[in-house]
């Protein structure tokens, strides 16, 4: 064994190491003064000194900028410069891509012994550090004992795996006593009553369960998979909900019935038809639980996984988008109240940040769109949403078929035991007990592993070589085989399955969520064909089965039939589960603060962390490869203003594009989910209407997350949401395509219970015409006028102004429809006719934030008479006015030289001129008495709106 | 007029090919993206192409180093090949990640010379991975034929190891062909102009014959009006900035 370390010389900074300095500080350590960074590889080969010397100089190290050492105690040496050290690798199992790159590196340099490879970081630390401080920063910042450990070197680098001796397990069931029953019941995560309908079956059958029957049963019936809580049958109030998906979201998709709806809630993602040739697939996804207790691996194979489900889609599409929404706790939050077993918020955050921005951007899928919001109630808790759009030939829009006979084919990534109890684990609540036995679910993603797949996946649909593909994404192949298996009935060979190392058992390598695999069936007479080409650029491809007409699920190992379900009971057999469901109006306390100094409530919000500027994140996402950006997430006159929507141009050589929006308003949720539904439909758009998009072919998305079903009330805040998202789909006539949900995302520590605020995040996606028509946010020209469109309210309950107030309030922002739909149309029709010179929607922080916004954008200052905006209700004060988060409003900019078109355009729409753009670089506020209220410089409001996020 | 045939080059982890393929044949090329194995396996020969691409993405994730472990491959696996491609007047054009292997194999900043001065691209100063827009300047005395009849350019960054690291003789000896510049066209050091901290705020760099160049910035990315972020704020035109650089590559193919 050889030990090579790297290191960069000693004159360079190492930028690395600054940013840890950095964050070490957050974390009240402040007498750390420099950090650096050292890569150690580990070499399981004897090797003669000059091969050793060849990998370490022309491989490993950089001529220019890094010094190596081979075989050497540089402990010692380090100690002596002052540096404290601490060496963090990743754990047995847990994938390192660079492991694999350094393998093949060293092979293409001619040098065939080296049996592995490990790599280890090895911190140096200098500064007057205690050994506390030592360890405080070792667990809380270098490394995370779900998937790292510090360092031995003393120990073997190269453990041998643990051999697995094939021994079949039955799970005692006809005959087992109560608390027999119980333990299994236990063990696999069944409620009593699918454990009854479980044991009915094998009654029925003769015989006792083996244990990889019930694994396939616990993922196929798990809530992650199979949705039970939303199929359910709940007692609403004494009303009966039979189906809440079906009742609501669904039959409003049935009912509107949209000849370019392609696929919907059939497939891995729903499919609308973009142009004559071409069909858009768009799928959002959660991964929450990985993500709390491991941020870089959950967020990364969140990402990873989402992106392989328009991969999966029809025949299977190309991904050209990615949006993430992600929600955690305050970044500020004292680190000394931090509950046991949770992880910062701040780390959380980067550690998200990090895992997204990684994966896709080595896939080189853009990122042009998100949000991120906060609140501590996410702080053990946080929700990573991760979508993807993808681009595939219209005829290739529907799922895909197999006969039997057909092969079953896995490809990608080989299987490990990563991810074991994925899917069950993600439904199940977090405690301060997630960190240490939750290790095996959480994994790190390898992109380039996806992205080879991919390159060779379009080929071979591009060949028509296969008829059928999903991806294994919980459950593993357990999943996907099952369910591609439904209707026919499969049988796999478990032997025959490409593991990353050997010990696993038949169980393990069923149920694997390890990364990066795809199912395929594939007619006989393509294999060939198939195998060469997944050969020819160096991916993974296995024939591990075929379709049957048994209408069962086989499972061989061994030689021995370790798993024969019929396909019936498997998919249909799980007991639709019954729940009640309540819901009461809360009442708040109604603020009663004066607002004296409008500018400072105006910075407040803006610098608010949900308002604020998050260009520190956007930037580290590449959101300019593909070259399909028409509409950026930055936009205006210094590229750093807060776009609406993103508008994309999947074929470069057209003119057509996609818009692609989110809407997310937690707190409105606090007073009434059916509204903050409805907002959230109506906020995700106005973001499509205001860069220039129309309703005509818009399609949504629902991402719900929500508590524990368990409790009546959360099922009736679930059963709200739902109604309102029927109620908005048929009124806008915009149809849902897909949807998710995820359930039990609460947190319990010291006994206390911390439920996550119930979430909704709505996806647009929407065809637009003609790029070149679309409008920006960023004030023009000095001189132009300044409209707002729709009726303002006294709406402030659950807004941001009331929040920078500790307040909730109780009049949350309503939604109507017919009024708003009428009022984006002519919107619409008028931004067609190219009136329209820059457009905002008023979202947080009302029509105060939206003016300065698009004031900084275009780096011009606005003049705005609250007197002129039209208004309903009780709203008598400035600060409301300003702040008021009523839905269906816009700011737009217009020419005067088109004020009377723009105004024929929009005839009959409530709206009213509000001001116009000024000479001086100040937003200027007139009062509903007609006083100067505010006299703000743009470039302060500018400050006060991005300082809070420049990490 | 004569065919000008293009080969962009793609591994494990490129991902520019497409828009770098768009790009060539807005530009008139003949444009094949080629998998490396099919040149390790001789089923192509980089003989039959006039221009050799080296697009942007991570190859191999850019383990080790960025561009390295392709880097590696191309030197010990296509060495040969590629000195006679250039011996025989091909073009070589590497973008981001292009670059970043074109110096960690040796292309650039001489692949004839086997005392080049030392070249690499490190980490950014800024320790982040950044996709943002910057202006660029072009050296007027280069003899870079990418960059023929260009003054400046606006392009987008996206990469976390930009930085072009030399010595003395580096900055002495280097055909610095492209520089990062402010606003108003002036070469300042500061940062976000210079997105990565490179040395005299280098961007793009070319060999003597000026056939062989490589840049961090994405040409391929501003080939229509509307990649550029502040279209809705400008007249239109009908091509972006990065066009001219595909363009005078395949014209410059053609005439030879």
Known sequence: ?951 | MAKVNVLVLRGPGTNCDQETAFAFQQAGAVVSVCHINTLIRHERRLVDYQVLVIPGGFSYGDDIGAGKVLANELKLKLGEDIRLFVDNGGLILGICNGFQVMAKAGILPDIRQQTAPPLTLGTNDSGRFECRWVNLKVEKKSPCVFTQGVESMYLPVAHGEGKVITDMRGLRDINAALYYTDESGNVQAGYPDNPNGSMNNIAGVCDATGRIFALMPHPERHIRFQQHPHWTRKKAKEHGDGFIIFQNAVKFARTK
């Open chain 1, 1 to 951: 064994m050889h030990k090579i370390e790297v290191r960069l010389k000693l004159h360079l900074p190492d930028p690395a190491g600054r940013g840890l300095v950095k964050d070490i500080q957050d974390l009240g350590i402040n007498s750390v003064s420099d950090v650096r960074v050292v890569d150690v590889y580990w070499i399981d080969a004897y090797l003669a000194p000059e091969k050793a010397e060849s990998i370490a100089r022309e491989l490993l190290a950089d001529a220019v900028t890094q010094d190596y050492q081979i075989d050497t105690n540089t402990t010692a040496q380090d100690t002596t410069r002052g540096y404290k050290i601490v060496e963090v690798a990743y754990n047995a199992g847990v994938t390192d891509p660079v492991r694999d790159s350094v393998m093949k590196a060293i092979r293409d340099m001619g040098i065939i012994n080296v049996r592995a490879v490990a790599i280890a970081k090895r911190y140096l630390i200098r500064g007057d550090v205690t050994q506390e401080e030592l360890d405080k920063l070792s667990t809380r910042l270098l490394m995370n004992p779900i998937v790292q450990h510090v360092v031995d070197e003393e120990l073997n680098q190269f453990p041998e795996n643990p051999q697995y001796v094939f021994e079949y397990v039955k799970v005692p069931f006809l005959n087992a006593s109560l608390d027999e029953l119980e333990k299994a019941r236990k063990q696999f995560g069944f409620s009593t009553q699918e454990l009854e309908v479980i044991l009915d079956y094998f009654r029925k059958v003769g015989r006792d369960p083996i244990d990889i029957e019930l694994e396939t049963l616990a993922q196929t019936w798990s809530e992650h998979c199979v949705h039970k809580t939303f199929k359910g049958k709940f007692n609403y109030d004494g009303t009966v909900v039979d189906n809440l998906l079906k009742s609501t979201i669904i039959k409003a998709t049935n009912e509107l019935n949209k000849p370019w709806c392609l696929s919907v809630f059939e497939d891995n993602a729903g499919v609308i038809e973009f142009d004559s040739h071409w069909a858009l697939c768009f799928k959002v996804e959660t991964h929450n639980h990985p993500s709390a207790v491991e941020p870089y691996g959950g967020a990364s194979t969140g990402i990873g996984g989402v992106i392989r489900d328009p991969m999966g889609t029809g025949l299977g599409a190309k991904p050209i988008m990615n949006t993430d929404v992600f929600c955690f706790g305050l970044p500020d939050f004292p680190n000394a109240d931090l509950p046991r077993g949770v992880l910062h918020p701040r780390r959380i955050f980067k550690g998200v940040r990090a895992g997204v921005a990684d994966y896709a951007n080595r896939m080189g899928i853009p990122t042009p769109n998100g949000a991120i919001l906060f609140d501590n109630r996410y702080l053990g808790n946080p929700l990573v949403f991760c979508g993807t759009v993808g681009l595939m030939p219209k005829p290739m829009a529907k799922k895909g078929s197999h006969k039997p006979g057909d092969l079953v084919v896995v490809v990608g990534g080989k299987t490990g035991r990563d991810g074991i109890h994925g899917a069950t684990f993600s439904s199940v609540q977090l405690d301060d007990k997630s960190h240490e036995v939750s290790y095996s679910a959480v994994q790190i993603g390898n992109p380039i592993v996806e992205k080879k797949m991919l390159d060779v996946l379009l080929q071979a649909r591009d060949l028509g070589l296969y008829t059928q593909i999903t991806d294994c994404g919980a459950g593993g192949l357990s999943s996907a085989v099952g369910e591609m298996g439904e209707e026919t009935g499969a049988r796999v060979n478990l032997d025959k399955v490409p593991l990353k190392y050997a010990g696993l058992t038949y169980s393990e390598i069923w149920i694997s969520e390890a990364q990066e695999r795809m199912v395929l069936a594939v007619p006989p007479e393509n294999i060939a064909h198939l195998l060469k080409l997944f050969a020819n650029e160096d991916v993974e491809a296995a024939v591990i089965g075929e379709f049957t007409d048994t209408k069962s699920l086989q499972l061989e190992y061994k030689n021995a039939m370790v798993c024969d379900l019929e396909m019936n009971f498997l998919h249909k057999g799980v007991p639709q589960i019954q729940m009640d469901a309540v819901w009461h109006q809360p009442r708040f306390d109604e603020p009663d603060f004066i607002a004296v100094d409008l500018e400072a409530e105006l910075k407040s919000v803006l610098g608010s962390w949900n308002t604020c500027s998050k260009e520190w994140v956007i930037r580290q996402y590449d959101h300019e490869v593909q070259g399909s950006s028409v509409l950026k997430p930055l936009v205006g006159a210094n590229n750093d203003g807060p776009g609406d929507a993103v508008i994309i141009r999947p074929i470069l050589n057209s003119d057509m594009g996609a818009i692609i929006a989110n809407g997310i308003n937690t707190r409105y949720g606090d007073i009434d989910p059916y509204w903050m539904a409805a907002s959230a439909i109506d906020e995700a758009l106005r973001q499509v209407i205001a860069v220039g998009g129309n309703l005509k072919k818009l399609a949504v998305l629902d991402n719900f997350c929500w508590g524990s079903p368990k409790r009546p009330e959360v099922v009736g805040a679930l059963i709200r949401a739902a109604e309102a998202c029927h109620d908005m789909s048929l009124a806008y006539g915009v149809p849902f395509i897909s949807g998710k949900d995820s359930l039990n995302n609460e947190f319990e520590y010291e006994g206390k219970l911390i439920s996550i605020p119930h979430t909704l995040l709505i996806s647009a996606i929407a065809v637009m015409d003609d790029v070149r028509k679309a409008v920006s946010m960023d004030l023009k020209s000095l001189g132009n006028l300044l409209y707002i469109i729709g009726m303002t309210g006294n709406d402030l309950g659950g807004s941001e102004y009331f929040a920078a107030h500790r307040a909730i309030g109780n009049n949350v922002p309503r939604v109507d429809a017919q009024q708003s739909r009428k009022a984006m149309e002519s919107l619409s029709a008028a931004t067609e006719k190219g009136l329209v010179r820059s457009c905002h929607d008023c979202s947080e922080g009302g029509l105060g934030v939206a003016v300065a916004e698009m004031a900084f954008a275009g780096g011009l200052g606005a003049t705005i008479y609250l007197k002129n905006v039209p208004r309903t209700g009780p709203i008598y004060r400035n600060d409301y006015v300003l702040f008021s988060e009523s839905n269906s409003r816009f700011i737009v900019e217009i020419e005067p030289e088109h004020d009377a078109q723009f105004r024929k355009a929009m005839g009959g729409v409530v709206m009213a001129q509000i001001g116009h753009v000024n000479q001086e670089e100040v937003l200027e506020v007139h009062g509903l008495m007609g006083d100067v209220v505010m006299r703000a410089p743009i470039h302060e409001l500018k400050e006060a709106w991005q300082k809070p996020l420049r990490w």
